[in-house]
C-alpha cells in the first residue's frame, strides 16, 4: 500500500508530460469558393449597329361602325387605295329603316296634331272676343297647343336619330391612303367599336424597329440612320428618331422605337422588311452583366479576382448606365481585368476562389 502511494503522484506527472508533448492539431484549410467570372473588354469605340425591322405608316387609323350589326358588304381588300368619301363596308340597315319610318311617322303624327290645336286656338279665341268662353278655358287651348308643339319637337329629334343611325350603317373613308388589315367579313355580326378597316394615312412613312436597352441608351442624341430594304441594299433612306416607347416589351425586353423616313424611294412600300445602321458613340465602353454588382456602402463595387494568387478583393466602380441584364462602367475597371460574375453575395475580400468558367 505505501509503495503505490509513492508511485501514483509520479504516474500522473509522466501521462501529463506525454499530452503535452503531443503536437497541435492542423487548422483546416481555408474555403475555397467556386465563383463564375468574365474578362473585361472595351467594346470598340465606332462600333457599327445594324438592326431589322419594318416599315409602317406614320399615322393608322381604325375605321370601325358605331352601331351594331351584321356587316354584309365591304369592297375593300389590304393594298387597296381608298380615298375620302369612299365606302369601306356596309352593316344590314333594314332595322334601322325601319325604325327611321316609325319616327317619321310619329312626326307626321305630332305635326297633324299640332295643327289641330293651333286651329281651335284660333277659333276659341274669336269666341273669346265675343266673351262667349273665359280667359280660364282659353287657356287650356293654349296649353294643348304648346304641349302639340312640343310633341312635334321631340319626334323630330327622333327622326334624326333615326337618320343618324342608318348613317351609321355605312362606313366611309375621311382621308386619302391604303388598307393595311381589315378585322371582320361580310357576315359576321360586328359589335359597335370593332376594328372593321385599318387604314395607314400617306402623312408619311416609319422604319419600325426592336431595340435592345443597352443600344438605346448609348446611342447618340439626333443620330442618323440609314435604312435600307433587306432583299435590295441598294434601296436605301435617311432617317432620323421620331419615337421611343417609354416601356419595354414585358416578353423580349426591347424598346419600340419609330424612325422618320426622309423621302423614302417608292420601292420602300408598306410593310416591307429593311435593316437600319446607325454609329455608336465614339468612345470605348465597358460592359458588365448586372449579376456582378454589388454594394460597398452607398457606392457601387464589383468582386476583382488577382489570377496569381486565387483571391478576390472589392473594388468601386462608377455606373454610367444600367438596366436589368447590363452595366455600362465609367470608371473602375480596365481591359483584362477578371471580374466575378455569379457567386458575389458569398465572398470576403482575401477569399480563396476556384473559377468555374468565363461568363459570356
Request: glycine letters at 6%.
Amino acid at each position: 500500500m505505501p509503495l503505490i502511494r509513492t508511485f501514483g503522484p509520479l504516474a500522473l506527472a509522466a501521462l501529463t508530460l506525454l499530452a503535452a508533448c503531443r503536437p497541435a492539431p492542423e487548422p483546416p484549410p481555408p474555403e475555397v469558393r467556386p465563383v463564375r467570372t468574365m474578362t473585361v473588354m472595351k467594346l470598340a469605340a465606332g462600333q457599327t449597329v445594324s438592326l431589322t425591322g419594318t416599315v409602317q405608316a406614320q399615322t393608322e387609323v381604325n375605321y370601325a361602325f358605331r352601331i351594331d350589326g351584321r356587316m354584309i358588304d365591304r369592297p375593300v381588300r389590304v393594298g387597296d387605295a381608298i380615298r375620302p368619301g369612299q365606302l369601306l363596308a356596309r352593316l344590314d340597315a333594314s332595322n334601322e329603316e325601319a325604325a327611321l319610318a316609325s319616327a317619321r311617322a310619329q312626326l307626321a303624327s305630332a305635326q297633324a296634331q299640332a295643327t289641330e290645336q293651333r286651329n281651335n286656338v284660333n277659333r276659341q279665341r274669336e269666341l273669346l272676343n265675343q266673351r262667349f268662353i273665359s280667359q280660364a278655358a282659353f287657356d287650356v287651348f293654349v296649353a294643348n297647343a304648346q304641349s302639340a308643339d312640343s310633341a312635334v319637337i321631340s319626334a323630330r329629334s327622333q327622326v334624326d336619330l333615326a337618320q343618324n343611325r342608318v348613317s351609321y350603317t355605312r362606313l366611309v373613308a375621311d382621308a386619302p391612303g391604303t388598307v393595311a388589315a381589315v378585322g371582320a367579313e361580310p357576315g359576321e355580326v360586328v359589335p359597335a367599336g370593332r376594328m372593321v378597316v385599318q387604314a395607314a394615312r400617306k402623312a408619311g412613312l416609319d422604319a419600325v424597329f426592336d431595340v435592345p436597352a443597352q443600344i438605346k441608351d448609348r446611342a447618340p442624341p439626333n443620330a442618323e440612320i440609314t435604312v435600307a430594304l433587306t432583299t435590295d441594299r441598294n434601296v436605301t433612306a435617311k432617317g432620323r428618331v421620331r419615337e421611343v416607347s417609354p416601356r419595354a416589351d414585358p416578353v423580349t425586353g426591347t424598346f419600340k422605337v419609330r424612325i422618320g423616313l426622309i423621302d423614302p424611294p417608292a420601292s420602300l412600300r408598306l410593310g416591307s422588311t429593311v435593316t437600319g445602321t446607325m454609329r455608336m458613340e465614339t468612345t470605348a465602353a465597358i460592359e458588365i452583366p448586372g449579376s456582378a454588382l454589388v454594394r460597398a456602402g452607398a457606392q457601387s463595387a464589383v468582386w476583382i479576382v488577382d489570377p496569381k494568387t486565387q483571391t478576390v478583393s472589392q473594388r468601386p466602380i462608377r455606373v454610367a448606365s444600367h438596366d436589368a441584364d447590363r452595366v455600362v462602367v465609367a470608371e473602375g475597371l480596365e481591359a483584362g481585368d477578371v471580374v466575378v460574375t455569379a457567386g458575389v453575395q458569398a465572398l470576403h475580400p482575401g477569399q480563396k476562389v476556384r473559377l468555374l468558367g468565363a461568363a459570356k
